[in-house]
């Protein structure tokens, strides 16, 4: 296991609160008056939902008044959630890593209106007027609309990605130059801090913001969270039958826009930090300057409204509106397989919310089930439709989609193939897209594109395949040579050329 060393100040830390070495005292829900009964609601919601685990905190008023963690962390009854248990939050980390731009915004090293280019050479678009006016102010609050498939895949799926493959991907997107969601805005920032900084951004944050905010349950390496006696791993399947997620986060899938794991404890730390703008615990971990900043509404997208007509744009990082009047409301969550993670606060109310789940899709209703009870109660506010039972009966109309979408995936077998299994195995590449290897499993084909792990399917009939992942199902075929060998794989995903992956000799 990787472990961060930890600094006289962050020894102090531990000394006072005890809980790096004894654990994170639970705060049960049930002894709060206000939300008293929730938590069997939620049982019934994470049964509905086939959430496994999942833990919560609630900050009032500068202190934590709940804190608890529900169900199994991973397969099998004796592991279950603790108020510690790391689990792996997605793009949360959006914000962690604004707040490092922060930092180097206090140190005089960036300028927020400065324009990307001044900190990454390399960057390139393929307008090059935009290319010269995007500054960091803007990638921060999603102004630049500069979104890749192909980087999101390289980048959070398969971790095949190299500075020159970002580069040249990234030379040839149109930016938008509207305000849209994109992880590539983060991806860059991340950048930012390794240039700016001298050390990957991984390292900035341990030291400039996790360990001075005393919180010693977040990393953002996947080693060190899946390695922990106390992790929580992404899980699929149903209540009475539970496995580990086969695509699950290793290091080299953890980037700047969604590669972090925390625990409800820490992140009712991030919450107060928050609250606090930018001191915890007498500690001053970025300027209050800086920290209303990026509370500050930087953009508008009406695209971004959810449910309850919560957000209206995004400061810093921060999706921002307002929850039934009050506000500001700020929220950001984190979803990849078998996760989910909820953070919001309401500065006005000092209200603030963390749910961490290792399920998804199921993880997303039970997180809005979750925060929203918790600020209906805290906030007074009544008479108001009883969402669970709707997201329930939704839940079970997906649920019984997906279960008859897997029943009916055919593996590819010699009784689908003109040619013989062993024929299709080995290792295919592609100078964009990296590695694609095929191997043959329990008589059929199966294969990984770098660190994930892919389907290949049968679509009718003979030799007709298609190749599928967590963002679709993409036709694929064979090129045979003369000799009867498998010489190329030829992937077909809408919006690109077809992709060649050409055999790499043995």
């Keep these: 296991m990787t472990t961060r060393p930890f600094t006289p100040a962050a020894l102090l830390i531990i000394t006072i609160t005890g809980a790096a070495m004894a654990g994170t ?16 609601r939620w049982a019934e919601g994470a049964e509905a939902f086939r959430v496994p685990g999942y833990s919560v905190a609630v900050i009032k008023d500068g202190a934590i008044i709940a804190l608890e963690g529900f169900g199994r962390r991973d397969v099998g009854d004796d592991k279950p959630v603790t108020p510690d248990s790391m689990f792996y939050i997605a793009s949360l980390t959006k914000t962690y890593t604004t707040m490092g731009v922060l930092a180097l915004v206090d140190d005089g090293k960036v300028e927020l209106d400065a324009p990307v280019k ?29 979104n890749s498939f192909a980087l ?48 990957p951004w991984q390292e900035f944050l341990d030291e400039r913001i996790f360990d001075p905010a005393g919180m010693f349950r977040t990393t953002t390496y996947a ?16 209540k009475d039958a539970w496995s580990r997620c086969a695509i699950r986060k290793s290091d080299r899938v953890m980037h700047a826009a969604g590669g972090m794991g925390t625990s409800a404890a820490d992140g009712a730390r991030w919450v107060m930090l928050q609250l ?83 399920s998804s899709p199921g993880g997303y209703a039970l997180s809005d089930i979750v925060s929203i009870d918790i600020y209906d109660r805290l906030l007074g506010e009544t008479g108001h439709p009883d969402l669970l039972p709707m997201f329930v009966n939704q839940a079970g109309r997906i649920f019984a989609r997906m279960d008859g979408d897997q029943t009916a995936r055919t593996p590819v077998t010699a009784t689908t193939l003109s040619a013989g299994l062993d024929l299709y195995v080995g290792t295919f590449t592609s100078r964009l897209w990296g590695d694609l290897s095929i191997a043959v499993e329990d008589d059929a084909l199966t ?25 679709g199902t993409y036709d694929t075929s064979f090129v045979i040579s003369d000799e009867g060998s498998i010489d190329a794989v030829i992937v077909t995903i809408p919006e690109f050329d077809p992709i060649r992956f050409v055999r790499v000799p043995s």
């Excluded at 900190?119 to 390139?124: G, S, V």
């Excluded at 190299?162 to 991907?169: I, K, T, V």
């Excluded at 959810?306 to 810093?316: H, K, Q, S, T, V």
Aim: include cysteine; glycine fraction near 12%.
């Design 152 to 199: 999101d895949f390289l980048e959070s799926y398969t971790g095949q990605i190299s500075e020159d493959r970002f580069y040249e991907w990234l030379s040839v997107i149109e930016p938008t130059m509207q305000v849209e969601y994109s992880n590539q805005h983060f991806t860059l920032a991340g950048r930012i801090i390794d240039a700016v900084s001298g050390k």
């Design 118 to 146: 001044r900190y990454l050479p390399r960057f390139e678009l393929a307008d090059a007027d935009a290319t010269a006016s995007i500054t960091v102010r803007d990638l921060l609050c999603h102004k630049p609309g500069i």
């Design 223 to 238: 080693s060190t969270m899946y390695g922990d006696a106390d992790a929580a791993f992404p899980m699929e399947g149903s």
């Design 447 to 471: 294969g990984h594109i770098g660190n994930m792990p892919i389907a290949l399917v049968s679509t009718g009939g003979m030799d007709q395949i298609a190749l599928s992942t967590p963002d």
């Design 276 to 358: 606090n703008n930018g001191e915890i615990g007498g500690t001053r971990v970025i300027s209050k300057e800086m920290s209303v900043e990026s509370h500050k509404l930087q953009s508008k997208d009406p695209r971004a409204r959810d449910l309850l007509d919560r957000i209206e744009g995004y400061g810093l990082a921060w999706f921002r509106g307002a929850y039934r009047g009050h506000g500001p409301y700020f929220e950001h969550n984190g979803d990849y397989v078998g996760a989910r993670a909820h953070l919001s606060f309401i500065p006005g109310s000092g209200i603030g919310v963390v749910m961490l789940a290792n």
């Design 25 to 40: 005292p639970t705060k049960p829900f049930e002894a709060v008056p206000e939300l008293q009964g929730l938590t069997a």
